[in-house]
């Protein structure tokens, strides 16, 4: 692809810049969408829905959507109220699900207790399923043949291999189990395909003496969810770290009150790394550049890795 570049630091660490390698898939996505609707085809669309006000939802939401808007895909936002009841929320899925104008659908997470999560990410018809969370969507992927590549997982392995640091042949750990980051990518990661073939394991809060499992990675994906945790003894020299966590902490001297750190302590681990990926700035705006490939895969423009 086009927009895959190389870079490897001197005596520090290589950042690997999410937010730039972002914003050259969307310029490439831009391209492809000019191309495809002077060809004939409609204009992507992307239906998002809130149950709540939560506000990391609305931020994201947000990003989404300025995204979508710079590349040129259609965009609608409905939020619902939080007291809105399964029923309701059916409804308004099926309504959207009927709509032969909008290609993606997502419901965004989290859901106020009272909705079944499961439930609902089964209401999403699969080929409009652009976060790959419907058992159809799962199972593909699960034998190797994805309709859609999940968002976060994909973008970690994207960044990776923009950068040159194919994860064949290598350990990977990963911290975190969930069905949004761990799961997926340990899956993706052992996959007989591009982008996997690794030698992967898998850590959770039940993990015994977990620093001495993560010392033998060459490929470290902390998605735990809790500040800083990694630290510079816990790596080995020479590793490669993607950090998904998104974490706040107080910060007087911030305007705001908190800044943003992820789950590795990046002074500590930074200096011992080949390569790292910050926080903000890595693996967030690549899920949000992935999500719109996969709108764009829905609406028949590309496939899954062109």
Known sequence: MEWLYFFKGINVAA??????????IRADLKVKLDQGINNGLP????TTMQVGDDLPSTVYIRAKQRACEEIGIGFRHFRLPAETGMDALRKAVSEVNDDPSVHGLLVQSPLPSHLNEIEVQRMVAP???VDCFHPENVGLLYIGN???????????????????????????????????????????????????NATVTVCHSRTRDLPSITRQADILVPAIGIAEMIRGDWVKEGVIVVDVGINRIPDATKKRGYRLVGDVAFREVEPKAEA?????????????????????NAAGYIDNYS
């Open 15 to 24: 950042i690997l810049d999410g937010k730039a390698l972002s914003s050259r």
């Open 276 to 296: 790292i990926a910050p926080v903000p700035g890595g693996v967030g705006p690549m899920t949000v550049a992935i999500l719109s490939r996969n709108v764009m």
């Open 127 to 129: 080929e409009k399923d």
């Open 43 to 46: 204009r992507p669309f992307l």
């Open 146 to 196: 994805a309709r859609f590549r999940p968002c976060t997982a994909a973008g970690i392995i994207d960044l990776l291999l923009a950068y040159g640091f194919d994860p064949a042949g290598k350990n990977v750990v990963i911290i975190g189990r969930s069905v949004i980051v761990g799961r997926p990518l340990a899956l993706m990661m052992m996959l007989k395909a591009r982008g996997g």
